[in-house]
């Protein structure tokens, strides 16, 4: 039985997949259908790619740990509070590019027992927008080895902004 922090992990991952879903459907104008949540030796969620399995391990760009809780509308101590007024005073860039390569780095050490595996990044931050991560696309470093065929970004959490691609 999953606890309560368990249980929105797999909604925000499903939410993020059927949002990338939907997006790619419409911009390649190729159908992805019928999600499923997998055990953790696989990746998060697997479709299909018109008829082709694909599976796809999700992430959230929040920036740091203390950032999500505060994304995610969670209490914060006196001292979080103080850590968030010191992350607005750096600028976008650093934290933007150090919290995406964190987030490459700590996927590309997984080993999937999978054929197809894309990586989808949903960015959660709402002071980081798809122009952003455009801008600093030349900075992100997809570590070698990892198990991706392709690196999706979401740009925003309801994906008004589109996908950008990463990798390859």
Not at 6 to 31: C, G, I, M, S
Not at 54 to 78: F, N, T, V
Not at 108 to 126: G, T
Request: aromatic share 8%; net charge positive.
């Amino acid at each position: 039985m999953l606890n309560a922090s368990e249980k929105e992990k797999v909604e925000l991952e499903h939410q993020a997949a059927k949002l990338f879903l939907r997006l790619y459907e419409k911009q390649f104008n190729l159908p992805m259908r019928h999600i499923w949540h997998n055990q953790p030796s696989k990746p998060d969620v697997s479709c299909y790619q018109a008829k082709e399995k694909l599976d796809i391990e999700i992430a959230h760009l929040y920036g740091s740990e203390k950032e999500a809780m505060a994304i995610l509308k969670r209490e914060l101590s006196p001292e979080t509070k103080e850590h968030l007024c010191a992350l607005l005073l750096e600028p976008i860039e650093t934290r933007l590019t150090r919290a995406l390569q964190r987030i490459l780095a700590s996927k590309a050490c997984k080993h999937y027992d999978s054929k197809r595996v894309w990586l989808v990044i949903r960015n959660a931050n709402p002071f980081w927008h798809s122009q952003d991560i455009q801008a600093l696309q030349h900075h992100f470093v997809m570590p070698s080895p990892h198990p991706f065929e392709q690196v999706w970004i979401i740009g925003d959490m309801k994906g008004h902004s589109g996908l950008i691609q990463l990798y390859p």
